[in-house]
Structures are given as structure tokens and as C-alpha cells.
């Protein structure tokens, strides 16, 4: 009975860290949504347009970053011979080479909707975005320390 008790805490535990971390990555994904219409300051017309290419964007080039993360978490580099060794070279490159033609298309859409001067504003914004949420992660955790 203990035993059972037991596991179902740490299966309750489990899932509301789960749930927690979920409601944070949706927080900041909110937080980016506002800064960056903000910073664009789109139009009705555009915001529309631009929002659907974003997110597809941003799925996609998430689903390749976990494809490449998992890549890199099944190699056992002790036991690989060195033609595992290219082969997973290999796939990386083709990886890489995805992230460019999607990188590629990406802006072809935007550019299709919104000037060219919102794209690189777009690229500001994000690295101006994703620089502060690392401070402010740093920052915190150096509280967390204290």
C-alpha cells in the first residue's frame, strides 16, 4: 500500500512539473507574441497574413531542433566506428541543410506580406527578445543562489 501511495505522489509531482513548465513555455511564447507585434507594429491587414507563416515557421524549425537533438542524445560516441561516425555526420549536414531551405522559404513568405524592412526588424526583434529572456533567466537564477 506504501508502495502504491508512493508512486502515485511521484506520478502527481511529476505531472504538475509538467504542467508548470507547459504554462511557462506558453507564458513566453505570449510574452514574444507581444513584443514582436509591438516592436513590427503590423497592420491589421499584415498581422493576419504574417501570423500563420510565423508559427508554421516556428514548428518547423522546433521539429527540426528536436530531430537534431535526438540525433545527438543517440550517439554513443564510445562504442561508434568511425563509419557511424560519418553517417551521423552526414545526417547532420542534411539537417543543417533543411534549417537553410526552411530559413530560405521562411523569409520568401514573409516577404510576401510584410516589407522587407519588417523582416530584418522581425530578426532584431527576436535576438533582442531571446538576449533579454536570457538575462532575466540568468538573473533569476542567481537570486535562487542567494
Known amino acids: 500500500m506504501k508502495k502504491i501511495s508512493l508512486i502515485l505522489v511521484f506520478i502527481v509531482i511529476t505531472l504538475s512539473a509538467f504542467s508548470q513548465e507547459k504554462e511557462k513555455r506558453e507564458r513566453i511564447k505570449t510574452l514574444k507574441i507581444a513584443f514582436i507585434t509591438e516592436k513590427l507594429e503590423l497592420t491589421e491587414v499584415e498581422a493576419q497574413k504574417f501570423w500563420p507563416i510565423y508559427n508554421a515557421h516556428e514548428t518547423n524549425k522546433n521539429a527540426l531542433r528536436q530531430q537534431s537533438r535526438q540525433n545527438r542524445k543517440d550517439a554513443d560516441l564510445e562504442s561508434m566506428s568511425e563509419a557511424d561516425a560519418k553517417t551521423m555526420i552526414g545526417k547532420m549536414l542534411v539537417l543543417d541543410q533543411k534549417k537553410l531551405e526552411l530559413r530560405n522559404q521562411y523569409t ?18 527576436e535576438d533582442e527578445f531571446n538576449k533579454r529572456m536570457f538575462n532575466e533567466m540568468r538573473k ?5 543562489k542567494e
Not at 520568401?108 to 526583434?125: E, G, N, R
Not at 533569476?140 to 535562487?144: D, F, L, P, Q
Open 108 to 125: 520568401t513568405d514573409l516577404l510576401s506580406v510584410i516589407p522587407a524592412k519588417k523582416v530584418i526588424l522581425l530578426k532584431i526583434s
Open 140 to 144: 533569476r537564477k542567481g537570486k535562487r
